[in-house]
Nanobody, 114 residues
Framework: QVQLVESGGGLVQPGGSLRLSCAASSSIFRAYTMGWYRQAPDKQRELVASITSPGVTNYLDSVKDRVTISRDNAKNTVYLQMNNLKPEDTAVYYC??????WGWGQGTQVTVSS
């Protein structure tokens, strides 16, 4: 079972930026389309962005102008650069394959508040 470890979250003011990282424990990561998901309190988990192994990306409409997903296959890591953060971006952020192949990590909390 591949382990996923998310990091990089924190408390940020509206308009601020964060860069999230998700490290996978196995190089099999490289073969998978990866996604960043988020779950806000009392809401369903949703897919925010995805990236194929060669780097084709896709975004949730509400974030597509503010978020960039990238990956470093040599480091078994996927990133999420988030700019111009809004209070509605507050959530726990997770990564996984888009088919939810592996178990969820602990996530990283993003809180956007003044």
């Amino acid at each position: 079972q591949v382990q996923l470890v998310e990091s990089g979250g924190g408390l940020v003011q509206p308009g601020g930026s964060l860069r999230l990282s998700c490290a996978a424990s196995s190089s099999i990561f490289r073969a998978y389309t990866m996604g960043w998901y988020r779950q806000a309190p009392d809401k369903q988990r949703e897919l925010v962005a995805s990236i194929t192994s060669p780097g084709v990306t896709n975004y949730l409409d509400s974030v597509k102008d503010r978020v960039t997903i990238s990956r470093d296959n040599a480091k078994n890591t996927v990133y999420l650069q988030m700019n111009n953060l809004k209070p509605e971006d507050t959530a726990v952020y997770y990564c996984n394959t888009i088919r939810l192949t592996w178990g969820w990590g602990q996530g990283t909390q993003v809180t956007v508040s003044s």
